[in-house]
């Protein structure tokens, strides 16, 4: 594989141990990914850890192009893709033909367990492709065999003791061609990786530099971050002449936050790019408001004006309208459940609502099982306020988009939100929105009176659910839905996947000619 002239956007990927930020940021990179393809614009997205099975289950099912992912471990090789495609008849015949007898099978149907004397073959695979082969000896793991379009690497493992249990450690992978022969061994303790030309690099810093090396990037190509540890500063280093766009997907100072945070200066995930702002050539925000107050703080902070635009990190491929009538004074929210999201908030705004119109019901859309404690809270508070019958917990939702076009209304009384997707997914399905007066994103989906309502922000719960539960009344006191409806359809126009492909398109092109 080596790098073409023409000019490529390379968006790296979150560390694989890095769960702070999965889930919505890399949303935001496949929607970037998908955004940048309809433009016709070469993207890839690189994995500088080696992506498990899962990373690229969970890639592949938000909406990466396989064709678009590179794996840099496996970019030193000829392999044709990462995606699975090996027949399992195919591996399973060369087991049947060593006599392994067959031992069973999951029920889910996707492990098969083959056995002889001593040794177990586990085969993991999905839609008759092999993912994966593990070699087990006298109940010990040796070593397993990953695959994509063919065998691509392999790894050895060895017992190790930790103190309270036995577990198998890799101390060798080796990586192949599409054919089966070797290109490299990496010797995980060591972490030194040889391959079979005589090359060896002694680390994975020095791994990544031939990586970086072998892109063979030049001044029209463009390196697009979203996280900014460990290898951020080496990256910058070494991926000269090419440009650098970082993206900044949360609050970056502690002093714009209204959650009781009595912190202050930079948020800890923006510590480093924030040292680093005089290679960086642009900033991308999620809105106009926070582009502009990051452009202030920078300069105030390090005395530099840095270039900075705002790029909504949702992406809607198109406006839904209702099959049927929408469900009569229906309040919905959807979200992570967790306590910044104020959930709290929203349910006592319902419950007061409620004691004006009786009519007024509230669906909760989220995993219920991603904070139990906060879950069983909310569930109480509900109970105590005999509010069972019409504020329900719905499970979390696969299909957002088409199922927001159900209700009437959506509610959010999250203290933080730098964009708000669901917020735009429920303007996308012209439902009104209220929610709260603070950074950024309500401030720049929600115009007041237009298209839903703005709550004044307040520390004060029960002042802040009045306010809330006014501006739900209003809407069906004052008979404006159909109004409210269109406008959510209008203000929601910008963030079609056309319109955000284009507006990459212009930024990218804007960046080249500097």
């Given at each position: 594989?080596?790098?073409?002239?023409?000019?490529?956007?390379?968006?790296f990927q979150l560390?694989?141990?890095?769960?702070?930020?999965?889930?919505?940021?890399?949303?935001?990179?496949?929607?970037?990914?998908?955004?940048?393809?309809?433009?016709?614009?070469?993207?890839?997205?690189?994995?500088?850890?080696?992506?498990?099975?899962?990373?690229?289950?969970?890639?592949?099912?938000?909406?990466?192009?396989?064709?678009?992912?590179?794996?840099?471990?496996?970019?030193?090789?000829?392999?044709?893709?990462?995606?699975?495609?090996?027949?399992?008849?195919?591996?399973?015949?060369?087991?049947?033909?060593?006599?392994?007898?067959?031992?069973?099978?999951?029920?889910?149907?996707?492990?098969?367990?083959?056995?002889?004397?001593?040794?177990?073959?586990?085969?993991?695979?999905?839609?008759?492709?092999?993912?994966?082969?593990?070699?087990?000896?006298?109940?010990?793991?040796?070593?397993?065999?990953?695959?994509?379009?063919?065998?691509?690497?392999?790894?050895?493992?060895?017992?190790?003791?930790?103190?309270?249990?036995?577990?198998?450690?890799?101390?060798?992978?080796?990586?192949?061609?599409?054919?089966?022969?070797?290109?490299?061994?990496?010797?995980?303790?060591?972490?030194?990786?040889?391959?079979?030309?005589?090359?060896?690099?002694?680390?994975?810093?020095?791994?990544?530099?031939?990586?970086?090396?072998?892109?063979?990037?030049?001044?029209?190509?463009?390196?697009?971050?979203?996280?900014?540890?460990?290898?951020?500063?080496?990256?910058?280093?070494?991926?000269?002449?090419?440009?650098?766009?970082?993206?900044?997907?949360?609050?970056?100072?502690?002093?714009?936050?209204?959650?009781?945070?009595?912190?202050?200066?930079?948020?800890?995930?923006?510590?480093?790019?924030?040292?680093?702002?005089?290679?960086?050539?642009?900033?991308?925000?999620?809105?106009?408001?926070q582009a502009q107050?990051?452009?202030?703080?920078?300069?105030?902070?390090?005395?530099?004006?840095?270039?900075?635009?705002?790029?909504?990190?949702?992406?809607?491929?198109?406006?839904?309208?209702?099959?049927?009538?929408?469900?009569?004074?229906?309040?919905?929210?959807?979200?992570?459940?967790?306590?910044?999201?104020?959930?709290?908030?929203?349910?006592?705004?319902?419950?007061?609502?409620?004691?004006?119109?009786?009519?007024?019901?509230?669906?909760?859309?989220?995993?219920?099982?991603?904070?139990?404690?906060?879950?069983?809270?909310?569930?109480?508070?509900?109970?105590?306020?005999?509010?069972?019958?019409?504020?329900?917990?719905?499970?979390?939702?696969?299909?957002?988009?088409?199922?927001?076009?159900?209700?009437?209304?959506?509610?959010?009384?999250?203290?933080?939100?730098?964009?708000?997707?669901?917020?735009?997914?429920?303007?996308?399905?012209?439902?009104?929105?209220?929610?709260?007066?603070?950074?950024?994103?309500?401030?720049?989906?929600?115009?007041?009176?237009?298209?839903?309502?703005?709550?004044?922000?307040?520390?004060?719960?029960?002042?802040?659910?009045?306010?809330?539960?006014?501006?739900?009344?209003?809407?069906?006191?004052?008979?404006?839905?159909?109004?409210?409806?269109?406008k959510s359809y209008?203000?929601?126009?910008?963030?079609?996947?056309?319109?955000?492909?284009?507006?990459?398109?212009?930024?990218?092109?804007?960046?080249?000619?500097?």
């Amino acid at each position: 594989m080596e790098a073409g002239s023409k000019m490529t956007v390379y968006t790296f990927q979150l560390p694989s141990d890095d769960n702070s930020l999965k889930g919505g940021v890399e949303i935001a990179q496949a929607d970037r990914e998908k955004s940048l393809t309809a433009q016709h614009i070469d993207n890839k997205a690189v994995f500088i850890d080696l992506p498990t099975i899962d990373d690229l289950k969970f890639s592949l099912k938000i909406g990466f192009h396989v064709q678009n992912i590179i794996s840099m471990y496996q970019y030193f090789t000829d392999l044709e893709s990462l995606l699975w495609k090996v027949p399992l008849e195919n591996v399973e015949a060369k087991f049947k033909a060593e006599d392994f007898i067959f031992a069973s099978q999951q029920s889910n149907d996707q492990k098969h367990t083959y056995y002889k004397g001593g040794e177990t073959i586990y085969i993991e695979f999905e839609n008759d492709k092999v993912q994966k082969v593990m070699f087990l000896y006298n109940g010990y793991l040796v070593k397993a065999d990953f695959y994509g379009s063919a065998k691509a690497y392999t790894e050895y493992y060895t017992p190790k003791f930790d103190g309270q249990n036995l577990y198998a450690a890799v101390y060798k992978r080796v990586f192949y061609n599409q054919d089966g022969s070797e290109v490299y061994t990496h010797f995980t303790d060591e972490d030194m990786y040889v391959f079979s030309n005589g090359l060896v690099k002694y680390s994975k810093n020095e791994l990544l530099a031939y990586f970086i090396e072998k892109l063979n990037l030049t001044k029209k190509d463009v390196l697009v971050f979203d996280w900014y540890k460990e290898y951020f500063p080496m990256l910058l280093d070494i991926s000269k002449p090419a440009k650098i766009i970082c993206n900044v997907h949360s609050e970056h100072m502690f002093e714009n936050t209204l959650d009781n945070n009595s912190q202050t200066g930079t948020t800890p995930e923006y510590d480093t790019l924030f040292n680093y702002t005089d290679r960086v050539d642009l900033f991308v925000t999620p809105t106009k408001i926070q582009a502009q107050k990051l452009q202030k703080d920078l300069y105030k902070l390090k005395g530099i004006n840095v270039q900075v635009t705002d790029i909504a990190p949702g992406v809607l491929e198109k406006l839904q309208y209702p099959e049927s009538k929408r469900i009569p004074h229906s309040l919905v929210t959807v979200s992570r459940i967790d306590s910044r999201k104020r959930l709290e908030v929203t349910i006592l705004a319902t419950v007061k609502a409620h004691k004006k119109n009786p009519n007024i019901t509230l669906d909760i859309y989220g995993n219920i099982n991603s904070d139990v404690a906060y879950v069983s809270m909310l569930q109480y508070m509900i109970k105590m306020y005999h509010a069972e019958d019409y504020v329900k917990f719905k499970g979390f939702a696969y299909d957002v988009r088409k199922l927001l076009t159900n209700y009437e209304v959506f509610i959010t009384g999250s203290v933080w939100e730098t964009f708000g997707i669901s917020t735009l997914e429920a303007l996308g399905s012209g439902l009104a929105v209220v929610g709260l007066d603070v950074p950024y994103g309500n401030q720049e989906l929600i115009t007041d009176g237009q298209n839903g309502y703005l709550v004044p922000a307040s520390k004060n719960i029960y002042r802040l659910t009045d306010f809330m539960a006014k501006k739900i009344t209003t809407i069906y006191e004052q008979d404006n839905l159909v109004k409210l409806s269109e406008k959510s359809y209008n203000s929601a126009i910008p963030y079609l996947r056309t319109n955000i492909g284009k507006k990459w398109d212009d930024i990218i092109e804007r960046i080249l000619e500097r």
